[in-house]
């Protein structure tokens, strides 16, 4: 099949510093450290800012809003409607991680900068955008010859084709490697047979399924020759373009009405023994030969499968950068709000205390704006990694492990980290954040999914543990091959266990707190913040290793016993590990700004991100010698005194998002708020000028 248009070069957007948001109405006066918010704003965009700001920019125009008022199927007209325009758009945005001669423009990490900005428009815009470009074509390029490119992907490109990813199955989803699904190579035709054996094959939850898709690229164990050669990707036809109904052989559901993203038509598909030539096989990492030779450049089976897997990694990518774009959205609403919103009484009684002013809400919502910008830049590394891979000037089996693992990690912890964020953010904006048109709600229902798909969040981090406690085991093992590098090892733990398994450390920082009380602002320094999350990491990488050790001698039975008995110290360690990733992103980022009173600012924020980590976890650093109770006792009262600090400039920190009212499209956070506290307060004066105002009940005394 061919396109219908012919390629055309990428026309490069202009790229633009203009800052969306609200008119400054609180600036930071007085003398003290500033933030520049258009200096910051474009430290944001990243290495690829045109790219991003188009994609924002385009997402602000009202064709592609979601729109709340829409029934199911209505929206998914619409949002197909819109990944049409997407596609049709000179700039060809939608195009850009595929090969130039094809009109794309083999530019993987800006893609991926670009399309997470379409959360702005609507998440199932994103989503569905995903499943076609991301997946769909994504499964033709990482996974195909450049034959198959020139044949099937123009037609997913510019959307002739809509296609869904049909890997996931009704009995399994993370289990990828234990699919039911066959394609059985019959020699004597040249064709797979494609054929879903039982019910719980079925493949299921696949957007575009239920309505759209005309092909799909299938994932299934192929059989050639009585062997089975594990999970293999084929491009198979599923529908008449003309007609809309299911080709011979292939049936389908409709997944029906979800808890979000009502856009994508989620759907389910079987195959009972259908056909498709032996050249629609995807053959970059395994072919068969016509008379049902298999062969492959990767001998391993296992290697092979978690090659193939690995090559489909964007998804993961994309979806911690979209988490990331979901929470500020969130976070710029609560935060706008709360900066106009007032309640109660204050030390002039005539007037209200505005929420941000209060301790308990910058508790509620500093701490993530900060752990949002930690999210930021830990990404923007995620992306560099990812182009350095798909673009091929790093393309090493060990820099796609550390892909993979990254990937892992970051969207296993963002995508949890954005559904808690906007349940804050609701409730921080009492019964407004409640109403649908100030977003908040619909947005979390959206997001919701993100937590299960392309790879369930827990699953995810016990991947991200095991290559931890692999590598610990490698780096063992070379400590240990001589004699006196055991002794050295044990040594050295023995050591460990003396300073911070004993009371040792903790009188340590307990006799020097009571010589010299430290001033506010010294306990955590910088230096102090790193040493405390390696070494957590660490000491709980350790832990495992060791725990897990016996296993690998024992039985399978024995074994899998030892595992479950520490798979949720593993995933522990795992997540430790992300936030520690985070941190050390942060902490570049702060020490790249080249204005001093930014990096002061940046600093402190960082310092917010470091502090609430330990606070979450304070109980470890009690439980294993890294903190004294006193100084677990100034954590709370120096990330209060940092909050304190920050309160001049959150504004500007949310600002530097670049959100303008088109994005964010809530109307508690457009400026009604002050309008209608303003009107109150002249009110209220007015009335106490005049004369008019009513006394107020005096207190009976007895």
Known sequence: MTTTTEPSPMVEPVETTAVPGRVPTSPTTGEGPRVDVAALHDTLLGRWPQWRSAARARSAEPDLWKDESLSMAEHRERVLTQCRLMAADPKRQSWLAFPARLGGGDAPGANLAGFEELVIADPSLQIKAGVQWGLFAAAILNLGTPEQHDRLLPAAMDLTVPGAFAMTETGHGSDVAAIGTTATYDPGTEEFVIHTPFRAAWKDYLGNAAAHATAATVFARLITGGVDYGVHCFYVPVRDAATGEFLPGIGGEDDGLKGGLRGVDNGRLWFDHVRVPRADLLARYGQVAADGTYTSSIDSPGRRFFTMLGSLVQGRVSLDGAAGVASRIGLAIATRYAAERRQFASATPDDEVVLLDYAVHRKRLFPRIAEAYALHFAHDRLLDLFDEVFSGR????????????????????????????????????????FLTENRITSLRADMDVYATFEGDNTVLLQLVG???????????????????????????????????????????????????????????????????????????????????????????????????????????????????????????????????????????????????????????????????????????????????????????????????????????????????????????????????????EKKRTR
């Open 394 to 433: 790093g393309d090493t089996p060990r820099q796609r492990e550390d892909l993979e693992t990254m990937a892992a990690a970051l969207k296993a912890t963002s995508t949890d980290f954005v559904l808690t964020t906007l349940q804050e953010c609701r409730e921080a904006c009492g019964g407004a954040g």
């Open 466 to 696: 095991k290559r931890l406690v692999g590598d610990y085991a490698t780096a063992l093992r070379t400590q240990v091959r001589t004699g006196q590098g055991q002794v050295r090892f044990v040594a050295r733990r023995a050591a460990g266990v003396v300073l911070h398994r004993t009371p040792l450390r903790r009188a340590a920082q307990t006799l020097a707190d009571a010589v010299k009380r430290p001033a506010l602002g010294t306990c955590f320094g910088v230096d102090a913040q790193r040493e405390l999350l390696a070494g957590r990491v660490a000491a709980k990488v350790e832990a495992v290793a060791l725990a897990l050790a016996p296993a690998q001698k024992a039985d399978p039975v024995t074994g899998q016993e030892i595992f479950d008995r520490h798979q949720v110290a593993l995933v522990d360690a795992a997540r430790s590990h992300a936030e520690l990733v985070r941190w050390d992103a942060f902490t570049a980022a702060v020490a790249a700004t080249k204005d001093a009173g930014m990096r002061t600012v940046l600093g402190w924020l960082r310092d917010v991100y470091a502090l609430t980590v330990i606070e979450r976890d304070l109980g470890w650093f009690l439980a294993n010698g890294r903190l004294s109770a006193s100084r677990a006792r100034a954590v709370e009262s120096e990330l209060d005194d940092l909050l304190r600090r920050l309160r001049p400039h959150v504004l500007d920190l949310v600002d530097a998002w670049g959100m303008g009212d088109n994005h964010l499209r809530a109307k508690i956070a457009t400026g009604e708020e002050r309008v209608r506290q303003d009107e109150a307060r002249a009110y209220y004066a007015s009335e106490r000028a005049s004369g008019n105002a009513p006394q107020k």
